[in-house]
């Protein structure tokens, strides 16, 4: 069974990706994973809060929390904490890069443009194949306007692109008022693929001591929605490479993404849980659904159910809200 894909113009062997989470930056998990059959490798994200450096404030501009990204909460402190020595961080991951034959994809996320581009420009230097900016932004200015916000992004995708030759994805929020819009203005400014989504962590509160309190929660299947209604309609016209990221957890789940028009899926909590050996049985799993369904390759499949090719494509837009919340309690 042909289980290969393309993305951000890398062949894969296949559409499983290890997501950032603290297991992607340690070389003995990276060796399991190639081992285990893992397509591709994203890095833990390189924040620029923490990067110690002669001309940046470690406090200025900081507009989100240290644990913007989930899953490396246990790899990264706070961000007084965590100095990072510029120079050892690229070392560590040219050393990485040098053991591991799969593609490996770089992660930044800065709060300045100079912060995106000389990051990029280091990451490429470091022998990263892609990169990946992680465009996790909390809009707490009520100052600032969608359009502004997503014209920052759109303005960080140019910067980058202007200066590093290798491919550039973006990962995204679902929460844009138009996301095709941000999507098509994204691939416009030159992004050869989008991760959709990133996981929001809503901090609970601790009503005796009154204050905020942050708790790890990793996805389950059922965040797997919100990525397929998008996949769905963002894949009907985007000519860049689609990854879906959250909630994929099982044979089935793998399936949907790809059928809505994800290349590949990115894999994390389902790691965390079950090990990095739960790609093969995945692996496996998809082949044989593949060969049971009359599929000869996950190219074959993608797109099936993305809503240039469902008899409703209603089913992703108001008109299914409607449906539903009519027949509630007939």
């Not at 990133?198 to 059922?222: A, C, G, Q, T």
């Not at 059928?259 to 965390?272: D, F, I, N």
């Amino acid at each position: 069974m042909d289980l290969s894909t393309t993305y951000l113009g890398l062949k894969l062997s296949n559409p499983f990706i290890a997501g950032p989470s603290p297991l992607t930056g340690r070389l003995d998990a990276l060796k399991r994973m190639e081992d285990a059959g893992m397509g591709a490798i994203v890095l833990p994200p390189l924040f620029e809060e923490q990067l110690q450096t002669a001309e940046m404030d470690l406090f200025q501009a900081i507009d989100t929390p240290a644990e913007s990204f989930p899953e490396a909460l246990t790899y990264f402190a706070e961000p007084e904490h965590a100095i990072v020595d510029v120079e050892g961080y690229m070392t560590h991951l040219a050393d990485l890069k040098k053991h591991v034959r799969v593609p490996v994809i770089g992660s930044i996320n800065a709060v300045t443009r100079d912060g995106w581009t000389d990051y990029a420009k280091l990451m490429e230097g470091a022998g990263v194949d892609a990169l990946e900016l992680d465009f996790y932004f909390v809009g707490n200015d009520a100052s600032r306007t969608g359009g502004e916000i997503e014209g920052r992004f759109v303005d960080a995708l140019t910067a980058v692109k202007g200066c590093v030759q290798i491919p550039v994805s973006v990962k995204v929020t679902p929460f844009h008022t138009s996301l095709a819009h941000f999507a098509r203005s994204l691939e416009n400014a030159g992004a050869d693929g989008i991760v959709l989504f990133h996981r929001f962590y809503e901090p609970d509160i601790d009503i005796e001591n009154l204050e905020p309190v942050s708790r790890l929660k990793l996805s389950d299947s059922r965040e797997l929605p919100l990525r397929l209604r998008w996949l769905a309609i963002v894949s009907a016209k985007a000519a860049c490479s689609l990854a879906a990221s959250g909630g994929v957890h099982s044979v089935e789940d793998v399936v949907k993404a790809i059928m809505t028009g994800a290349h590949c899926v990115q894999l994390a909590s389902a790691l965390l849980k079950n090990g990095v050996e739960h790609v093969t049985s995945l692996r496996e799993g998809l082949a044989a659904w593949l060969d049971r369904n009359e599929y000869e390759s996950v190219r074959q499949m993608r797109g099936t159910m993305n809503i240039e090719h469902i008899p409703e494509p209603g089913a992703f837009s108001r008109a299914h809200y409607m449906h539903l919340v009519g027949s509630w309690g007939s």
